[in-house]
């Protein structure tokens, strides 16, 4: 009998990187191995990169080093490398790093138990070339040990890769031009997770509502099985059991009157959008190549809120940019008061190679104006937030749990629709993961809402859907 063969994957970088984790775990599940919990337990261990800012790819060589004792101290041991990193650098990273087996791109991951197999055999590989067809999405069902770790919410890929090139961003030189799934495909992976025990989906792709959009302009969608993203939204909404629909990371660009009606419409189209704006300026938006303006982007908002009054609206922010004045700056700030974001992510410029911006990185914010910069856009996004929470004290919502609270006590914590991390506080049995539990919030914190449950049916806004009525 052979011994098991247990792997361990760490991931950095954004949900697609996360779900691209999950789909390799997927093909070592099918190829034999069992996942480990730590790295000291396991025979092959991959390292999933990010690229997006400095620091994750700094990482990435940080962690190679510490794994060469890793690696040393049981033979046979195999490391990989695969994301965006690997995709940047390709086999460089074999010459720098004599312990590293394969190396694979971000278009390449149904080749990785190819690479494991070459690798128990002694050979090391790369494969990082762009795959413009459509079987880099051709993947096996989930096996059976990745089911049953997959809960409540699962992530779908419908589109991959990114034309916008803006210019601090490398996304379209490590992930490649976009290329659309067919919608049949998409459909049939939906009714496979759903039928798995998966009610909630976060449709994904570099510019997710891009979908379709080539087809669409071209009117060769039937040809090549797409459809415009609107359209995607209400198929998959008219999917019995699926009771919640997510979408990230959408584009300003491609936010059309279809897609803003769905949001008051459907049903299973949870009343957030995470909506990246990085910046408040249109001077500085032009020069990131944004291909929208400071007052396009309020339009998107204000559009959104009146299909959807409730909707939660979070973004992305970039400080220090090359050439952001305190005018620009100050231009963010109301930006984000004017527009009340929920919540976002903010980070400091960092120069990415090969981009458009890296060429004036000189020009850039120095590191302590910086630094105060993103101290002060998250200061003032912490009170909005805690505003946004004790606001919604009093009120009913649905938690879909997730497991344990990070505040212990015997709380357990989920997401509401908002997508605001709700802990709730149980006195009887606490819920299992994948129950859905209608909630009152009690009390509000500058991260998290905290609610206790109701013994009366989930609220009407929230409730299951009927099978026939999404017929």
Known sequence: MEPERRFLIKTYGCQMNVHDSQKVANLLHHAGYTAAARADDADLL????????????????????????????????????????????????????????????????????????????????????????????????????????????????????????????????????????????????????????????????????????????????????????????????????????????????????????????????????????????????ERMRRRYTRERYLEIVAALRAARPDIAITTDLIVGFPGETQEDFEATLSLIEEARFVDHFSFKYSPRPGTAAAAEASQAAPAEVAQCRLEAVQSLQRSLTLAYHRARVGSTTEALIEGQSRRGGGQVCGRDPYHRVVNVATEATAPVPGARVAVEIVEATPHSLIGRPLASPLPAAFAPKAAESRA
Not at 157 to 177: A, K, N, Q
Not at 247 to 271: Q, T, V
Request: negative net charge; aromatic residues 6%.
């Open 46 to 285: 991959v390292v999933n990169t990010c690229s997006i800012r400095e620091k994750a790819e700094n990482q990435l060589y940080s962690d190679l080093g510490a794994l060469r004792r890793w690696k040393a101290e049981r033979p046979g041991r195999i490391l990989g490398v695969g994301g965006c990193v690997a995709q940047q650098v390709g086999d460089g990273l074999l010459r720098r790093f004599a312990h590293l087996d394969f190396v694979f791109g971000t278009h390449n991951l149904r080749w990785v138990p190819h690479m494991v197999a070459a690798a128990e055999e002694g050979g090391r590989s790369a494969r990082l070339e762009e795959d413009r067809s459509l079987d880099r999405f051709d993947l096996p069902e989930r096996h059976p040990g990745i089911r049953s770790a997959a809960g409540a919410s699962a992530f779908l890929t419908v589109m991959e890769g990114c034309d916008m090139f803006c210019s601090f961003c490398i996304v379209p030189l490590t992930r490649g031009r976009e290329i659309s799934r067919p919608a049949g495909e998409i459909l049939a992976e939906a009714e496979a997770l759903v039928a798995g025990g998966v009610q909630e989906l976060t449709l994904l792709g570099q510019t997710v509502n891009a979908y379709g959009r080539h087809d669409v302009g071209r009117g060769r969608t039937l040809a090549r099985g797409t459809m415009a993203f609107a359209q995607l939204l209400g198929e998959l909404d008219a999917l019995p059991g699926l009771e919640r629909i997510r979408y990230a990371s959408p584009h300003p660009l491609f936010f059309d009157d279809d897609l803003i009606r769905a949001h008051g419409e459907l049903e299973s189209l949870c009343p957030h959008v995470h909506l990246p704006v990085q910046s408040g300026s249109s001077r500085l938006l």
